[in-house]
């Protein structure tokens, strides 16, 4: 299966579904990601260039493409919705992931507009929750990273130069006794929001730790499930 995850900013992605796409890369499938620019409103554009790659590498993901978008200047025009087209062009996702309409950030809000134009061909879309993500943020759809954790938090933590973010604060090497999250690599290099958000998405979906999805579009293929006897 091939999965595109689109971006506003450098880390939006391995924020909102880092560990869904460490998953699906360790099944086998083919991994882009599309960041739309390359997030010069908060710091040096080569230096978040670059720790989108190391993000990626982090990952396993196949491909990163860049959008060239002027940061904070997004909107849900043609220049946008041509930019994501071109990728999907080349992609043929089967399965995508993009920013919420449910966001505070105006960059994340064009995205989604922006891609429900562009992707209206693509079979399954999956709306995923960034740091700036609504009260009214409600998912239908969750995604059980517990074997991944470790991988999106070391993907985050690639991303140095946001450091001072309130959402990127670290922990100061404080781990707490039953914490799902106490063997993860980078564990006191990220943020107890991260961690808390996974445990509370985990606890709604009956698993240890989690992302959530709006879904706005699912095709079900009746194939992907596995066939049983039929009772007479």
């Not at 999965?3 to 450098?10: E, M, R």
């Not at 995508?96 to 429900?116: C, E, G, I, P």
């Given at each position: 299966m091939r999965i595109l995850a689109i971006g506003a900013h450098p880390d939006d992605v391995e924020l909102g579904c880092g560990g869904a796409l460490a998953l699906f890369k360790k099944k086998g499938h083919e991994v882009s990601v599309l960041v739309?620019?390359?997030?010069?409103?908060?710091?040096?554009?080569?230096?978040?260039?670059?720790?989108?790659?190391l993000a990626a590498a982090t990952i396993g993901v196949d491909r990163v493409m860049f959008g060239?978008?002027?940061?904070?200047?997004?909107?849900?025009?043609?220049?946008?919705i041509r930019k994501i087209e071109n990728v999907s062009e080349?992609?043929?996702p089967d399965l995508v992931f993009t920013h919420s309409l449910k966001d505070s950030h105006q960059d994340h809000r064009n995205t989604h507009l922006a891609s429900m134009s562009a992707l209206r061909?693509?079979?399954?879309?999956?709306l995923y929750e960034s740091p700036?993500?609504?009260?009214?943020?409600?998912?239908?759809?969750?995604?059980?990273?517990?074997?991944v954790m470790s991988l999106k938090l070391k993907a985050v933590s690639a991303f140095n130069s946001q450091a001072a973010k309130t959402y990127m604060n670290g922990m100061n090497g404080r781990m707490q006794t039953g914490d799902p999250c106490l063997n993860c690599e980078k564990y006191?290099?990220?943020?107890?929001?991260?961690?808390?958000?996974?445990?509370?998405r985990g606890f709604q979906a009956g698993v240890g730790l989690a992302e959530a999805f709006e879904v706005t579009k699912y095709v079900m293929d009746v194939q992907l499930f596995p066939a049983t006897a039929a009772k007479i």
């Amino acid at each position: 299966m091939r999965i595109l995850a689109i971006g506003a900013h450098p880390d939006d992605v391995e924020l909102g579904c880092g560990g869904a796409l460490a998953l699906f890369k360790k099944k086998g499938h083919e991994v882009s990601v599309l960041v739309l620019t390359r997030g010069e409103a908060s710091g040096d554009p080569a230096v978040r260039e670059n720790e989108c790659n190391l993000a990626a590498a982090t990952i396993g993901v196949d491909r990163v493409m860049f959008g060239n978008l002027p940061d904070t200047k997004i909107t849900d025009g043609i220049d946008t919705i041509r930019k994501i087209e071109n990728v999907s062009e080349t992609v043929h996702p089967d399965l995508v992931f993009t920013h919420s309409l449910k966001d505070s950030h105006q960059d994340h809000r064009n995205t989604h507009l922006a891609s429900m134009s562009a992707l209206r061909d693509v079979s399954t879309i999956m709306l995923y929750e960034s740091p700036a993500a609504l009260a009214d943020f409600s998912p239908q759809a969750f995604i059980d990273i517990s074997s991944v954790m470790s991988l999106k938090l070391k993907a985050v933590s690639a991303f140095n130069s946001q450091a001072a973010k309130t959402y990127m604060n670290g922990m100061n090497g404080r781990m707490q006794t039953g914490d799902p999250c106490l063997n993860c690599e980078k564990y006191g290099d990220v943020s107890n929001a991260m961690a808390g958000l996974a445990r509370f998405r985990g606890f709604q979906a009956g698993v240890g730790l989690a992302e959530a999805f709006e879904v706005t579009k699912y095709v079900m293929d009746v194939q992907l499930f596995p066939a049983t006897a039929a009772k007479i």
